[in-house]
């Protein structure tokens, strides 16, 4: 069964820093792009984040292009999250999303339940 698990969400002042994790279980880890995502209340969700399976190569939204970085251990089957310089606007639930693409098939796609992440005053 797959599962992914998020932790590492909580509160934090405006400048402050988080590390989100995604412990993976249920799948070949490594065969896997991993996302991150979040969503705001009444707003749809958004693409954060994403690492490559092999390689290590990462995307960033605009909005935290700088501030964010995505990175995996393969030998604990976990993807992190390090936000700093955290805003307001990052405020969200932060959900963690594992990929694998797939020839003449839907890809595979599987999600965590989410962490909640508020950042405020």
């Known amino acids: 069964q797959v599962q992914l698990v998020e932790s590492g969400g909580g509160l934090v002042q405006p400048g402050g820093s988080l590390r989100l994790s995604c412990a993976a279980s249920?799948?070949?880890?490594?065969?896997?792009?991993m996302r991150w995502y979040r969503q705001a209340p009444g707003k749809e969700r958004e693409l954060v984040a994403v690492?490559?399976?092999?390689?290590?190569?990462?995307n960033y939204a605009d909005s935290v292009k700088g501030r964010f970085t995505i990175s995996r251990d393969n030998a604990k089957n976990t993807v992190y999250l390090q936000m700093n310089s955290l805003k307001p606007e990052d405020t969200a639930v932060y959900y963690c999303?594992?990929?694998?693409?797939?020839?003449?098939?839907?890809?595979?796609?599987?999600w965590g339940q989410g962490t909640q992440v508020t950042v405020s005053s």
């Open positions: 690492i490559a399976n092999v390689g290590g190569g990462t």
């Open positions: 249920g799948f070949t880890f490594s065969s896997r792009a």
């Open positions: 999303n594992a990929i694998a693409l797939r020839l003449g098939a839907p890809p595979l796609s599987d």
